[in-house]
C-alpha cells in the first residue's frame, strides 16, 4: 500500500495569526516620535559652547542617547558631564534622574518643552 501525502502544510506555513504577528512585534526596535538626531558637525558646536562657557574639559562629557540606548544603564564616571539631545517625551524623567544622581547635565531641547517640565525644588 502506497502513502499519498497532501500538501496541505505549505498553505498552513503562509497563514501567520494575529498573535505570533503581535508577539514578533515586541521584540522590533521602537522609534518615538521625539528620536532626534544632531549631526556632528552641529554637536561639536553646541559641546564646543557648553564646555566653554561652563568650563567644562570635553574628555569628561558623555553622549547616552540613542535610538535603542538606555541612559539609565549607562555608565557615568566620576567628573563627567552629559551633553546631548535627549528624547523629549522623558525629559522630566531624564532630569529627575541626573538631579537624583548628582550628574550635571546639559540637554537640548525645544523652548517649548523646557517650560513643561516642573522639577522638585523649582516651586
Not at 505570533?20 to 528620536?35: G, I, Q
Not at 558623555?62 to 558631564?81: A, H, Q, T
Not at 540637554?107 to 513643561?116: E, W, Y
Amino acid at each position: 500500500m502506497r502513502a499519498i501525502f497532501v500538501p496541505i502544510f505549505k498553505e498552513v506555513r503562509n497563514i501567520k495569526s494575529k498573535t505570533y504577528e503581535e508577539f514578533v512585534e515586541k521584540f522590533k526596535p521602537k522609534k518615538t516620535t521625539d528620536d532626534c538626531y544632531t549631526p556632528p558637525e552641529i554637536y561639536e558646536v553646541i559641546k564646543d559652547w557648553v564646555c566653554k562657557r561652563y568650563n567644562i574639559d570635553p574628555g569628561n562629557v558623555i553622549r547616552p542617547f540613542w535610538p535603542g540606548g538606555d541612559y539609565e544603564k549607562d555608565e557615568y564616571l566620576p567628573g563627567c558631564v552629559v551633553v546631548d539631545n535627549p528624547p523629549f517625551s522623558i525629559l522630566k524623567n531624564i532630569c529627575e534622574f541626573y538631579l537624583e544622581r548628582g550628574i550635571p547635565f546639559f540637554l537640548f531641547a525645544p523652548h517649548s518643552r523646557c517650560c513643561l517640565v516642573r522639577l522638585p525644588g523649582t516651586g
